[in-house]
């Protein structure tokens, strides 16, 4: 599930949230409660579970990195 990167307008908060894409709009600010938030483009990981049930990101992705695979 990838976890998307966001900055709240009202208390500028920056947190990151693991959720489904078809969740983003339901994402509130934990500090404030605000819905007023702006997504922090490429800033954000998706976490592969392997058999073992352990998640890992992939140190070796350069997704949203400059020139990145």
């Known amino acids: 599930m990838p976890t998307y990167v966001f900055t ?5 908060h920056e947190f990151s949230v693991e959720t489904p894409w078809s969740k983003k709009s339901e994402v509130r600010c934990p500090k ?4 007023a938030l702006k997504e922090m483009f ?13 998640s890992a990101a992939d140190p070796s992705c350069g997704c949203g990195s400059a020139g990145g695979g």
């Open 8 to 12: 709240c307008e009202s208390c500028r």
């Open 32 to 35: 404030c409660e605000g819905a």
């Open 42 to 54: 490429g800033r954000y990981t998706l976490s592969v579970v392997g058999a073992d049930g352990q």
